[in-house]
């Protein structure tokens, strides 16, 4: 039975590998390595409205948390653009300091501030017939604002400490995880500037919303990972997937990339198990909590028989997490908690997974679970 489960756990691993390869290969991927993986609906939609707009010249303004994906969104939005063949830049706008910013994106004439020792192009030169694109656009100091909404508005601009006006074919996407409404509220971001970069806004959705594509972006960062740190046998064990799959994510796809990097060298490129998995404050707690799998039923539950390995791994965890909670939900040392877990999301999966008593009684949607 273990050795069964074992060769299933691993036929599903190579699926899911493979999914997202595919996944991969059907959104964006290109010279730079641009990929966007997943198959939640909150997911598509987003990459079928950055599909629509790619074809025109529209601005667009990407809004998320960090580490969503803006910068592949920008990629992506290039790669199937006309402008494909032509430069794509990126700027990090929150590192570009005031007196610079400026002549960071635009460039200047020799002689222009101290060390000026020869004329230079900036990021708009730079990007003519391309992309540019801007990251965390609302730390751009008030007159970069300024010029930005120019070039938007004309296509024109001189360089720091020239009188030669230039004139460029740019595409501009913006990016910030601000709310843009707020700091043009508060004075910080100009409202004609914000209207002009919104003209097609995108929200990509964090992690946490995006429940079923945890594990197929792992793999695919896993696939990753065997490559650049040349760890072929790298896998992950279903074990690690609660894990994977109940942690909230603050730091969304970056943190779950730096998470699996560091749960590979820790497992000396071999299979990534539930102890090399480290996550956030809450999610170190949870894994202390949850260090190995539970494996024996707690009593006085019940699993479906169709549950695949990877489930009944995951559900062996929750219905621990409810035994020790004396069968509660939600509330100070429900389940939810225990878990690290949202009460809707932890409900929402009890549900899907068809989770019961020992009487048969279905549970998930009230406010504790019982025996």
């Known amino acids: 039975m273990v050795i069964a489960e074992h060769r299933a756990a691993e036929r599903l691993s190579r699926d899911l590998e493979s999914l997202a390869a595919t996944a991969a290969d059907l959104s964006a991927t290109g010279p730079t390595?641009?990929?966007?993986?997943g198959r939640s609906r909150q997911w598509l939609e987003v990459v079928q409205r950055l599909r629509l707009v790619a074809p025109a010249p529209t601005s667009v303004l990407l809004l998320g948390e960090t580490g969503t994906g803006k910068e592949q969104a920008a990629r992506a939005i290039h790669q199937w653009s006309p402008r494909a063949k032509r430069p794509f830049l990126a700027v990090n706008c929150s590192v570009l300091?005031?007196?610079?910013?400026?002549?960071?994106?635009?460039?200047?004439?020799?002689?222009?501030?101290?060390?000026?020792?020869r004329r230079r192009a900036g990021r708009f030169e730079l990007a003519d017939g391309g992309t540019l694109f801007l990251d965390e656009v609302a730390e751009l100091p008030a007159g970069a604002q300024a010029m930005l909404l120019r070039v938007l508005q004309e296509g024109a601009?001189?360089?720091?400490?020239?009188?030669?006006?230039?004139?460029?074919d740019v595409r501009v996407i913006a990016a910030t995880h601000r709310n843009l409404r707020e700091e043009t509220a508060a004075g910080r971001f100009r409202d004609d500037l914000f209207f002009r970069l919104s003209a097609f806004p995108i929200r990509l959705p964090p992690l946490r919303e995006r429940p079923g594509d945890i594990l197929l972006l792992a793999q695919h960062l896993l696939g990753r990972l065997r490559e650049r740190l040349d760890m072929p046998g790298l896998a992950l064990g279903e074990d690690a997937v609660p894990l994977l799959e109940g942690y909230?994510?603050?730091?969304?796809?970056?943190?779950?990339?730096?998470?699996?990097?560091?749960?590979?060298?820790?497992?000396?490129?071999?299979?990534?198990?539930?102890?090399?998995?480290?996550l956030g404050r809450s999610g170190e707690q949870a894994a202390a909590r949850r260090e190995a799998i539970p494996a024996v039923l707690p009593e006085g539950y019940r699993l479906p028989e169709d549950l695949r390995p990877l489930q009944r791994a995951q559900a062996l965890v929750i219905l621990q997490a409810l035994h020790d909670a004396a069968g509660r939900l939600a509330g100070h040392g429900g389940a939810a908690e225990r878990l690290g877990l949202p009460p809707s999301t932890l409900a929402s999966t009890i549900k899907r997974l068809g989770l019961r008593t020992r009487n048969g009684e279905r549970r998930g949607g009230g406010g504790s679970v019982g025996s």
């Open 33 to 37: 390595g641009a990929a966007l993986v």
């Open 157 to 168: 601009f001189e360089r720091m400490g020239g009188s030669a006006t230039l004139h460029v």
């Open 97 to 117: 300091s005031r007196e610079l910013a400026t002549a960071e994106l635009f460039g200047h004439e020799r002689g222009a501030f101290t060390g000026a020792d």
């Open 248 to 278: 909230g994510w603050p730091g969304n796809v970056r943190e779950l990339g730096n998470v699996l990097e560091r749960a590979a060298i820790l497992a000396g490129g071999g299979r990534i198990s539930a102890r090399h998995v480290e």
